[in-house]
């Protein structure tokens, strides 16, 4: 590893450094909607949607939450099924719960206003370090740096760090954060991380940074910062009932409130089912359908059955004392993750076919 100059030469180095990244971004930096109208509000709900999901799936996701959640107090306001049907989709969906338990605390705490500093930031629901202090930075002007995934692997790669520590990554952002434009630095070291220093394959030819880099000096640019090795991921098969009644509707059921997916709603799982014997006919079966969640590997086998005109009431689902029936034309009128749509869309196309 490089020894650093002295703490004058290093001074100058953030400097010039700082200075290289705001003439970059005001240059290069992309046009996103949440650039244009920076107000908390705007800031805190990209911020959020951003975090584990990519800019281009988030663009419309987040013009449309605007139009339907246009500031904290409508969104506090709403009842969390339409948030979460809003953010159908986006995937993690308890960052969406955090988002409305979030504004619900802001409206009664501060009176609608979301508050300016990273201490009182993060205070709210699923506003972690990097949201604090992006907020408080990008929407408030405040010198708080931001450190996120992409920003620790530029910082990483910039000093030559094989194990950068979160505490470390701080004190060096925010030696890195123009005083006067604080927002800015932090976007900056983002967006080079995002568009130039990229995980793969770092554009390290059209850097701005490229002449202050100690790991592209050293030849170590590919082992910065150190990946850790991921455990393998656990994979489940599950077993689904799309029960349809006499009306071709189908029987969902609503997720408890905690744990995974929480407050979504899903088709059956079928060891779940308590029915009298001879209540459900089988009638067929749907497509496997796979979803990868980040710690879970899960295939959902679909089969079709009939509630008989003979039985008496629905099937009682264990756990999930929330029922309905719904037609799967409708689905828009309630929460489904990503794999519960592709079974009902499947279970639409069976219909139609039969
Ligand atoms: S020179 Fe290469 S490794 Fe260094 S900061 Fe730039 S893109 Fe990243």
């Not at 000093?159 to 990554?169: C, M, N, S, T």
């Not at 701005?208 to 082992?223: D, I, M, Q, Y």
């Not at 009644?245 to 997916?261: E, F, I, S, T």
Request: proline share 8%.
């Amino acid at each position: 590893m490089n020894k650093g100059p002295s703490p004058k030469g290093s001074e100058l180095r953030s400097v010039r450094i700082r200075t290289a990244l705001l003439d970059h971004f005001d240059r290069t930096a992309r046009d996103l909607p949440w650039r244009r109208d920076r107000t908390p509000y705007k800031v805190l709900v990209s911020e959020m949607m951003l975090q584990q999901t990519r800019v281009e799936t988030v663009i419309p996701y987040y013009h449309e939450w605007l139009l339907r959640f246009p500031d904290l107090e409508a969104l506090g306001a709403a009842p969390l099924d339409e948030v979460l049907r809003a953010w159908q989709g986006l995937g993690y969906y308890s960052r969406a719960r955090n988002l409305h338990r979030a504004a619900r605390e802001v409206n009664e705490r501060y009176g609608g206003q979301l508050p300016s500093t990273r201490r009182e930031l993060r205070t709210l629901p699923g506003v972690g370090e990097y949201t604090a202090g992006a907020v408080a930075s990008i929407a408030f002007g405040l010198a708080e740096p931001a450190v996120d995934g992409n920003v620790r692997r530029v910082l990483s790669r910039l000093d030559d760090i094989e194990k950068p520590r979160q505490a470390g990554l701080l004190q060096r952002a925010g030696e890195l954060l123009d005083p006067d434009r604080p927002g800015d630095s932090n976007e900056a070291l983002m967006e080079l991380g995002a568009t130039v220093c990229r995980p793969r394959n770092p554009l390290c030819d059209v850097c701005p940074v490229a002449e202050h880099c100690r790991a592209l000096s050293a030849g170590t640019v590919g082992l910065r910062p150190l990946r850790k090795a991921r455990k393998p991921v656990p994979a489940v098969t599950v077993d689904v009932a799309v029960i349809f009644d006499g009306n071709d509707r189908a029987l969902v059921a609503k997720r408890p409130d905690r744990g995974l997916l929480a407050g979504l709603w899903e088709f059956p799982e079928r060891e779940s089912l308590d029915s009298p014997v001879g209540a459900l006919e089988e009638e067929g079966a749907l497509e496997s359908v796979f979803h990868a969640f980040t710690h879970l590997h899960a295939t959902y086998r679909p089969a079709v059955l009939r509630l008989r005109e003979a039985a008496l009431s629905p099937p009682v689902v264990r756990g999930r004392p929330e029922v309905r029936w719904l037609s799967l034309t409708r689905t828009g009128e309630i929460a489904l993750p990503a794999a519960q749509q592709r079974i009902a869309a499947a279970a639409l196309d069976w219909l139609r076919r039969r």
